[in-house]
């Protein structure tokens, strides 16, 4: 096995061992998705999370119209269903559904990794919460009824003004949040991976929608991991003035 290379002051460094403050980023995922899983199962207090799972759906439905452009098809509309439904409809050709079917959940839970890595260091999260807000603002423009509408510009608002809430120090614990939701609602929030697994079976076949849910399921997971694992390696300092180094 190579050694692990020498860092500026002569000792070993290994890149996946965590450093204080990114352990207190592990203990706020582990935390974040235990109240989140608790909370979800409870018979009133799971309404906190409403407004939360809404903007998940919006999230989702932007990564149907994303892929939907991108394959050269036209996005006609987003809706958000109050009943923490939501449905977007686009013109394309087979080609477009074929890529823009699994987008909801793969790209909800590729966005939510990525707000994951990034809140391992401040800088990292500012530029997360800009993505985000462009997202959001995205949804918004393909929006057709209020509920998305008023949503996605809702949690723009509390993105931006987290950002300007004293240099942004708690924004990356915003983001985080969203990021965690964004995977466990393909995870385990989700009593089944939906429509959009049954449409994809009925077009394309090879498995039932259940083991396509599967696949998806474990991309997502994978994403999860490997945001975590990233972020340990990527980012040492916090951006926030805390991390590793040497003193006099």
Known sequence: MAPTPPNGDGTSTNLLKPTPEQVTILWLIGGYMAGILILWQMPYLKHILYPF????????????????????G??????????LGGLTTYVGNRRTQCLALPAGYLGSSFLGAILVFCAFNVTASKGAAIMLML???????????????????????????????????????????LGILEILDMLVL??????????????Y???????????????????????????????KDDGAGNGTGTGK
């Open 135 to 177: 997202c959001l603002v995205l949804t918004i423009f393909w929006a057709r009824n209020l509920l998305a509408f008023g949503i996605c510009l809702f949690f723009a608002g509390i993105t931006g003004l987290l950002w300007w809430l004293d240099g942004g120090k708690y924004l990356k614990y915003f983001t985080l949040f």
């Open 74 to 83: 036209k996005v006609k509309s987003i809706t958000v269903d109050p009943n």
């Open 53 to 72: 799972k809404l903007v998940t759906i919006g999230l989702h439905e932007f990564g149907h119209a994303c892929m939907a452009c991108v394959s050269g």
């Open 190 to 203: 989700r009593k089944s991976n939906g429509s959009d697994a049954e449409q994809f079976a009925e077009k």
């Open 205 to 235: 076949g090879i498995f039932p929608a259940q083991g396509w849910g599967f696949i998806w399921l474990i991309i997502s997971l994978i994403f999860l991991v490997g945001a975590v694992l990233a972020g340990l390696a990527a980012f």
